[in-house]
């Protein structure tokens, strides 16, 4: 019996997981199907039918554009957050306490007239 797993039939992934009763593909979560027996489970995910040729590629370049997609989103969400942090009152006041503790400091270290003499 050979444990090679097949990669995702559906597209083309080779991210795959295995469960105990059946095999998913993490990327377009195609399930093969699942069977009270491992060997059975894993031979059922290697014989379902495969894209191949062109529309396999056409199938991977879709998972492909969908994936950079997402991760665009995901970066613009992140952006989107840091700014709602940066831009929230108490991230204001923290600004503007630093400005006037170094007010503060500049005021507290000016000389003063007549002093040195
Ligand atoms: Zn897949």
Known sequence: MS????D??????????TYYDHVECNRCEARGPALDDWDKALRAWNSMPRLEGDDLRRQRSMWASRYLRQRRQRTRAEYERIRAERNSPE???ARADRKWAAERAAWLARPIDGAAN
């Open 8 to 17: 995702c039939p559906f597209c083309g992934s080779s991210w795959i997981e």
């Open 91 to 93: 991230a204001k006041q």
């Open 3 to 6: 444990d090679k797993i097949n």
